[in-house]
């Protein structure tokens, strides 16, 4: 398996410092090496991301770019990514996608991934890199900050998981660097980036807390971002504990599942989230509370179709009964 360049080609875009800070990033997210799959959009960003990668693992990469046919400029910004692809002798490919109804944002993210994840298996590479970068974790942290999220929501952006729904790893290398500084590789380069004028759309709650953020001169964006990653640790050592708390405290009864603890309340809401999962609901956090609440004071309860009681001092779930015609 290819190992990522110890010394990186510089060149007029990119320099040696910042070559060399990709390499160790990369390094540290993808230790094992192999060709990697970049997702570049055309945006400044995802541009900068190319570059560095071109600086930095030249030979090693392939790149894939997403039209989603959601805009007319859509075709221009991908053909944008195969002229400096075959500038470059990079290898590209441009994914059509078409989205479903409801939350365009959303749905356009799941169908992109999917494609991408595609994509990926059938070109051999070992894992997939986005152009996520400190303003988008900042901006992350306060929208979910401002939906009164819990630690795993708080914990931001991964430097490090899975493409949904797949088993490839989804590395972040551009996590600790600026917006500002992502644009000065591109402007440098003299490449004219795709501007998506739903990033000005101020309907979305991340556009109007990016305008917010752009004249909070006092905050520290790159602090905001080391935040999210603390979180994102405390978020896995609680996830060990449920672990440990599921092997030793979740036993299987007649029709369903015992849970007796004295856990903590972070714990015990995950644990119980999955216990009704297990019975394929999809509980939201605040109900998952509520019903904890009501067994603490002895109550029964039910949620999406489980019903929770009080048994010997445990909690006993099981699947509600068919209601008689």
Known sequence: MARI?????????????????????????????????????????????????????????AVATVNHGLRPEAADECAMVERVCAEHAIPCDVLLIRTGEGNLQAAAREARYVALGAWARRDGLAALATAHH???????????????????????????????????????????????????????????????????????????????LTTADWLDVEAVAASAAHLADADDAI??????????????????????TDAPKAVMLRVVSRIIAGFGASPRGGAVARLIAELQQGVQGNIAGVVAVVEDGGWVFRPEPPRRG
Do not use: C
């Not at 790893?169 to 490449?191: H, K, M, S, T, Y």
């Not at 440990?244 to 015992?258: H, P, Q």
């Open 134 to 212: 400190a303003d988008d974790q900042a901006e992350t942290l306060v929208m979910r900050l401002n939906r009164a999220s819990g630690l795993g929501g708080l914990a931001g952006v991964r430097p490090r998981g899975l493409v949904p729904g797949t088993a490839l790893p989804l590395i972040r290398p551009l996590l600790g660097w600026r917006r500002a500084d992502l644009a000065a590789i591109v402007r440098r380069a003299g490449l004219e980036p795709a501007r998506d004028p739903s990033n000005a759309d101020e309907t979305y709650d991340r556009v109007r807390i990016r305008k917010a």
């Open 239 to 260: 996830e060990w504990m449920v672990e440990r708390d599921w092997t030793e405290n979740v036993t299987v009864v007649d029709g369903g599942l015992r849970y007796e």
């Open 5 to 61: 360049a110890s010394k990186p080609a510089v060149n007029e875009a990119v320099t040696a410092a910042e070559a060399e800070r990709f390499v160790a990033e990369l390094r540290r997210l993808w230790p094992h090496g192999g060709r990697v799959g970049l997702a570049v959009s055309g945006g400044p960003d995802s541009l900068a991301l190319l570059l560095l990668a071109y600086a930095a693992i030249r030979g090693q990469f």
